[in-house]
């Protein structure tokens, strides 16, 4: 069966850690009760969209460190969320695996939505994309009647690392949304509004944003732009989120590890001295998963399994071990059916295998 072992050899340790963020419900939902603080930031282009992208914001001046955002309870929908910022009141509603925005109040618009926007479905990993029409009504002021229409289309188009104002080098998931309002009304107009959202992993919410709004009219255009940060450590205050802190705990392990393969591998030039006749079998595996090497010296040998979205699930071992024939059984019964990750590692020789978990 294709692509149920792949085995993939690495020549530098750091690539053996480096992930691409993904949106989880688990790990991204906004929560009632959290506040956050964002940093306006000098206004810069978002860039090009791709694989391993640098985006260096650490010279940004900031404009305004005094943006606040609150999250609460959505009374209508348990499962969602009402988000204030901005002086107006978005709110959010959560079926199965996506996010609508359902309507948003301020002191001078109500706006409900007949077909309610699709912002996001979970998971949402790198060329993931989503398109949503979407239909709103309501009222200005409360007397001036506003109907809009139009379209909103999200893609996950870039991955790579942000250097933060703050000096940080994060590695991130970036999100671009585009989305076309055309009102319908007697003050004709359109707005057309590309979002950027930059997400690191370990973190719930953003950790970068930009903006692009432009405002046309039968006779003008308006165009306005604004960037925003959200520093981590202002607001590592908020509620406590243990399923994010084990991310950055995991992150701290992974970095620890792979340094010290990369100051071993310099002390010792030697690729694999160390290792032969690896084997993983069966595959796919139903309960038991076996790992069969011989090691050709005295060695310290270190298994990880992981997630699809290469998240540490377990360390199988960690010991040095001495030559010759070895084996080592994983119990996989736990597991739900999927893909699965195992990291070997031995002495400075680094082997990734990949092997399915079936029914």
Not at 225 to 246: G, H, L, Q, T, V
């Amino acid at each position: 069966m294709k692509g149920i072992v792949l085995l993939i050899t690495v020549g530098f340790a750091t690539s053996l850690f480096a992930q691409t963020p993904i949106i989880k419900l688990s790990h991204n939902k906004c929560r009632w009760g959290d506040r956050l603080l964002k940093w306006q930031v000098e206004y810069k282009d978002p860039g090009n969209s791709g694989e391993n992208i640098l985006w260096d914001y650490s010279s940004l001046k900031i404009v305004d460190d005094n943006y606040k955002i609150r999250y609460r309870e959505n009374e209508t929908d348990t499962a969602g969320y009402v988000e204030n910022a901005h002086n107006t009141s978005y709110y959010y509603r959560i079926t199965r695996d996506s996010l609508f925005l359902d309507k948003y109040v301020n002191g001078t618009t109500r706006m409900i939505y007949t077909l309610p926007e699709l912002k996001l479905t979970y998971p949402f990993n790198y060329k993931d994309s989503i398109n949503s029409p979407l239909a709103a009504k309501g009222n200005y002021c409360g007397k001036l009647p506003l109907h809009i229409s139009g379209n909103s289309e999200t893609t996950a188009d870039a991955f790579g690392k942000l250097i933060t104002p703050e000096g940080d080098t994060l590695s991130v998931l970036r999100l671009h949304n585009k989305t076309i309002l055309q009102q319908t009304d007697t003050n004709k107009y359109s707005i057309q509004k590309q979002t950027y959202t930059w997400f690191a992993r370990g973190y719930r919410y953003p950790v970068f944003e930009t903006i692009q709004t432009q405002i046309i009219h039968p006779s003008r255009k308006n165009i306005y732009y604004s960037s925003f940060y959200f520093p981590p450590e202002e607001n590592a205050n908020m509620n406590p989120d243990p399923i994010n802190e084990k991310e950055l705990q995991e992150m701290a392990f992974e970095k620890a590890l792979a340094d010290s393969i990369a100051a071993s591998k310099e002390k010792d030039p030697e690729y694999n001295e160390w290792v032969e006749n690896i084997r993983l079998y069966p595959q796919p595996v139903k309960d038991f998963l076996k790992i069969e090497y011989h090691l050709k010296k005295e060695t310290p040998v270190q298994v990880y399994l992981y997630d699809s979205g290469f998240r540490l699930i377990k360390i199988i071992s960690q010991e040095t071990l001495p030559t010759g024939n070895h084996t080592r059984q994983i119990d996989m019964q736990e597991y739900q059916p999927g893909e699965y990750h195992i990291h070997l590692i031995f002495g400075n020789y680094i082997e990734k295998r990949t092997v399915l978990k079936s029914l």
